[in-house]
């Protein structure tokens, strides 16, 4: 990679706030002519109303879509309408439980690779284990800090990526763009980047 004065390698995305956005714009324009971007769409699913609100505030404002379903058969048939990217089910709802939509979604051809979270107020190992067992991503005890399960949700998305990801990676260049995994790399190296600059780059 060439360097200028002192060692410095060029290709970096720059440090002022007015000259990253700058080089994002003219980062976008040469996705321009790609297919359709999308930042992950993930449904909330969760019969309390406050702690649906909770988190959808946290990652809206962290530039996700996100869908809401306050009972099963809603989130079963939302998940089949939208295919969202990724489901935080509580197991824990009146009417059709958690692990029934559960089950649903992987015995659908429609649903079956969509990314589950559990959450659920049963903290003990055993209650965690069978929620692996049945063959969750993810499982998250209430209460929860909404800000380690939002950074959760990103670890996951990144995990899977490999594999089921793949159609989602953008080039252009030397600039790489994974869109479900909300990762951007110039020069082969990973770019911190926010929440509202990947949103940016998602338009």
Request: proline content about 4%; overall charge neutral.
């Amino acid at each position: 990679m060439t360097r200028g004065k002192g060692g410095e390698r060029f290709g970096k995305l720059p440090e002022m706030c007015h000259y990253r956005h700058t080089f994002l714009v003219k980062v976008l324009a040469l996705f321009d002519t790609l297919p359709f971007r999308h930042m992950p769409t993930v449904l909330i699913v969760d019969d309390e109303v406050d702690a649906r609100e909770m988190l959808r505030v946290r990652l809206v404002k962290d530039g996700w879509p996100v869908l809401e379903a306050g009972d099963g058969i809603s989130a079963f048939d939302t998940a089949k309408k939208d295919r969202p990217d990724m489901i935080i089910l509580d197991l824990m709802m009146p009417g059709m439980k958690g692990e029934e939509v559960f089950r649903r979604l992987k015995g659908s051809n429609t649903t079956e690779g969509i990314l589950v979270i559990m959450l659920t107020a049963k903290g003990s190992p055993h209650d965690r284990e069978i929620g692996l067992k049945l063959g969750a991503d993810d499982y998250v005890t209430k209460p929860y800090e909404v800000g380690e399960l939002a950074i959760r949700m990103e670890r996951l998305l990144r995990q899977k990526m490999p594999v089921e990801g793949s159609r989602q990676q953008l080039t252009a260049g030397a600039f790489r763009l994974y869109r479900n995994a909300l990762s951007f790399y110039l020069n082969e190296e990973e770019v911190d980047l926010t929440g509202s600059e990947f949103k940016l780059l998602m338009i």
